[in-house]
């Protein structure tokens, strides 16, 4: 875990230097509601905390954005411990990083974020740390958690490989339909669930159900298989944009970054901000 906790900082760190050298509002979305102070305006909206990390001063826009919830839930059952040649990563510590590198953008922007059944709304100054050793100390057969404990009115990233029949996982979705949430979909995924790169005898194994299956020609069974899982993908897709809410694909062999800038940008854009800037 203190591996996972280096690399997220040193992605968060990158990003924000990325957003920062930009000079732009809008960058990082809800991570970043900053602006330079321009002389004349009031003192009294200068960001003391936020100003005294370098040399500009800031003043803080939309206050009311600093105070909501950002519910985290990594998936960590046992279909996210796969991790093919075509990684160095499996999926599910690819998704530890991910939350650990969200964690601590939203903790500098000063948000409260949760974790379903692990840890309660909080700001601490170690919120990173302590989500790490929840996440160490921590194992669930079930990809989602339970979501009846989620606060109305907060953004929620559920990091899965969603890798199950799609009306199962709309219907685990559903209780956070009547909670008035923004969710976000991230789609973990291992370099060779995308190419079955699968040819001759092959046994695969579902680490979930411990069901067995064995082909002779595997390459058979690419072109059904890649229609079937693309066409999940667009399903789960189409439920969050009628939702209002983002999907997103973090491949294991490809940067975090892209995934945070993605995300980052619709978590700005998203119905619920648009709805409390009213």
Not at 216 to 232: G, M, N, V
């Amino acid at each position: 875990m203190p591996y996972f906790l280096l690399q997220a900082r040193h992605i968060a760190n990158t990003l924000i230097t990325g957003w920062h050298g930009q000079r732009k509002r809008g960058n990082g979305g809800n991570f970043w509601q900053f602006r330079p102070y321009v002389e004349g305006e009031s003192i009294t909206r200068i960001d003391w905390r936020r100003s005294a990390r370098d040399e500009n001063t800031y003043l803080r826009e939309h206050e009311w954005q600093m105070t909501q919830t950002v519910w985290l839930c990594p998936d960590q059952s046992a279909s996210m411990h796969y991790c093919s040649r075509f990684s160095k990563i499996s999926k599910g510590n690819h998704a530890i990083i991910l939350t650990l590198t969200l964690a601590s953008l939203l903790a500098r922007s000063g948000e409260h974020i949760a974790i379903p059944n692990l840890m309660s709304p909080t700001m601490t100054s170690n919120v990173v740390e302590r989500i790490a050793f929840a996440l160490e100390n921590h194992s669930d057969e079930n990809s989602f958690p339970d979501f009846s404990t989620i606060t109305r009115f907060s953004h929620v990233v559920i990091m899965s490989d969603f890798l199950d029949y799609p009306e199962k996982i709309i219907q685990h979705l559903t209780v956070l339909t009547t909670k008035q949430v923004t969710a976000h979909l991230i789609e973990i995924s291992d370099p060779a669930e995308e190419s079955f790169p699968y040819a001759g005898h092959t046994e695969f194994f579902d680490p979930e159900t411990k069901e067995k299956h064995v082909s002779t020609k595997a390459e058979d069974l690419r072109k059904s298989y890649c229609k079937l899982y693309h066409a999940r993908r667009q399903e789960l897709a189409n439920f969050c944009a009628r939702q209002g809410w983002s999907y997103h694909v973090s491949k294991t062999d490809q940067p975090l970054t892209e995934t945070i800038f993605h995300l980052a940008n619709t978590m700005g854009d998203s119905p619920l901000q648009k709805r409390r800037t009213l």
